[in-house]
């Protein structure tokens, strides 16, 4: 049986010819949770964002579901993949935080009636559920996070990619994304520099250093090991 998720000699140039990706190799099986570490500019979201195709290989591929993430088969792979961008905004754009949740399963091809069930009920299950017909610039920030969830969770994706899901919040707002995400049943991969929520959630650290992955272990063999953290631009040990 193949991984849920194959990255093989992934390598990625930018248009000024800059290297972001350098020869990335892993896999993730179905059920795992996965930490993805590394300092600024270390390729974390330039990776992810290969995940489901928004940016396309320069080298070595990228499978999910056993599907090659390319050009023709990029709707497909976002069927699968649901993907939690670092910045609420950039997913959030309809007049209403109910239009923006129903925007998913509407895609896929649920009736209107359907989609907004669907979508009202994953607003419940949030605690967004008083804020449906908001806008979502009239949302606070911890708000607009959970949000952005919502319009993923609502689609039941195969794997939940995330990056960076706790950043800018506060304590309460933190818990209740660690909450969430622990009792979700979805394969996880998300980029962080929350060093407790990567040991809380995940039993395993990718870390990426300059493009390059420089660690792929058990979480608490990296976290524990302040040297090689400190080594690649990361903060001490948990321990």
Known sequence: ????????????????????I??????????????????????????????????LPTEGSVTVGGVVVGQETATEVRRRVGFV?????????????????AFGPLNEGCTPGEAEVNARAQLRELGLEGEAERAAHHLSGGERRMAALATVLVSSPDILVLDEPTEALDARGRRR???????????????????????????RVLVLDGGVLVADARASHVLDDGLFMERHGLSASLA
């Open 1 to 20: 049986m193949s991984a849920l998720v194959e990255v093989r000699g992934l390598g990625y140039s930018y248009p000024d010819g800059g290297r972001g």
């Open 22 to 55: 350098h020869g990335v190799d892993f896999t993730i099986e179905a059920g795992e949770r996965v930490a993805l570490l590394g300092p600024n500019g270390a390729g974390k979201s330039t990776l992810l964002l290969h995940l489901n195709g928004l940016l």
């Open 177 to 203: 994304v660690v909450e969430i995400l622990r009792n979700r049943r979805e394969t996880l991969l998300v980029a962080t520099h929350d060093l407790e929520l990567a040991s809380t959630l995940c039993q």
């Open 85 to 101: 961008f670092q910045d609420p905004n950039d997913q959030l754009f309809l007049p209403t935080l109910l239009e923006d949740v």
